[in-house]
């Protein structure tokens, strides 16, 4: 939309400025660009923020999927977007996945695969590298916190036992859940996946940490090792 053709927000029917707009409806009624507008909040010399919202959202054929992992550099090369919006963005984003990993108890308690899914399928599926993380559980299964062990593609010498173990060890973990993503989509093990997971398995049994399930967390869809008996 050309600075001609754009209406500003100050320019709107009040109902259907943003911000009066979720006062009197709801935020469910506003789109993905009124939200964004909302979080820019003011516009540029002959663009309204919704206008600038439409420019980062249609930036990238992700659409608003890309926002899962933009930075303020990428944000702030958007005409515009300088670094206070770019921050303002970036910080609310944030706060959504904080959100999203919270339960209504104060320690999620782990019972079935999908538990942890739902914990960590917001945060982790769209990261374009692979991220290996171990969520330590107490005796009654109660995520106690989880740690990252490895980014990038897998393989033994980056996902070490040592690496693996050590903070279950000083935090007397009574038993772990092993995560990653993949950012295919697909969450199919591969060989590496299989090797990895076998040897941690011969690893637990000796220092005495079990291993619940290792899960592979795909787009919107994951895959348990345990649930496919190979735990």
């Known amino acids: 939309m050309s600075g001609s053709e754009s209406i500003l927000i100050n320019e709107m029917s009040e109902y259907e400025r943003p ?9 469910k009624y506003l789109s993905n660009s009124e939200l964004l507008a909302i979080l820019i909040r003011t516009g ?23 926002l899962q992992n933009i930075t303020v550099e990428e944000l702030s090369s958007i005409k515009g977007i300088g670094n206070a919006k770019a ?17 209504k108890g104060h320690n999620p308690q782990i019972t079935h695969p999908s538990d942890i899914s739902n914990i960590y399928m917001e945060d982790m599926r769209y990261l374009k590298k692979e991220v290996f993380k ?12 989880d740690i990252d062990v490895s980014t990038g593609t897998l393989n033994s010498s980056i996902v070490h036992p040592r ?28 060989s590496e996946d299989k090797n990895i997971t076998r040897r941690l398995l011969e690893c ?8 619940l399930d290792h899960i592979i967390l795909g787009d919107g869809v994951y895959f348990s090792f345990k649930e496919h008996s190979l735990i």
């Open 163 to 190: 690496e693996v173990f050590i903070e279950p060890i000083k935090r007397s973990a009574n038993s772990i859940v092993l995560v990653h993503n993949h950012p295919s989509g697909n969450p199919s093990p591969s």
């Open 134 to 145: 171990t969520v330590l559980l107490n005796t009654k299964n109660e995520v106690m916190c």
């Open 87 to 103: 921050c303002q963005i970036i910080a609310a984003l944030e706060l959504g996945k904080r959100i999203s990993r919270l339960s």
């Open 19 to 27: 911000r009066e707009k979720l006062m009197a409806k709801g935020v």
């Open 204 to 211: 637990a049994d000796i220092i005495g940490i079990k291993i």
């Open 44 to 66: 540029s010399k002959n663009l309204s923020a919704i206008d600038l919202a439409n420019r980062v959202i249609n930036a990238d054929i992700e659409g608003i999927r890309r």
